[in-house]
Nanobody
């Protein structure tokens, strides 16, 4: 099993910045993708950004505003969020994925609330 612990999040005004961090522990061998997803009330969980083998992928809605990066330790992933908008309000979940024998195994953190409001 893989455990993911998130930190960061909170309340910020529109145009402000927040940083999220996630640390993975446990059976992290073979984890090839780490990233962030979010879920707003009444909506499905959606991809925000992922990081794999030095390549990054972003949702169109956050391109140019959010930056995902690996921490100094390979088992950490950070998300710097700038120019935040009210529509960025959601619970943000850290994700780690491993591929074995053609199957994808996803692991999730407990989620951290990000609220963007005046």
């Amino acid at each position: 099993q893989v455990q993911l612990v998130e930190s960061g999040g909170g309340l910020v005004q529109p145009g402000g910045s927040l940083a999220l961090s996630c640390t993975a522990s446990g059976s992290i061998f073979g984890i090839s993708v780490m990233g962030w997803y979010r879920q707003a009330p009444g909506k499905a969980r959606e991809l925000v950004a992922t990081f794999t083998s030095g390549a990054t992928n972003y949702a169109d809605s956050v391109k140019g505003r959010f930056t995902i990066s690996r921490g100094n330790a390979r088992n950490t992933v950070n998300l710097q969020m700038n120019s935040l908008k009210p529509e960025d309000t959601a619970v943000y979940y850290c994700n780690a994925a491993r591929f074995e024998l053609g199957r994808k195994f996803d692991f999730w953190g407990q989620g951290t609330q990000v609220t963007v409001s005046p």
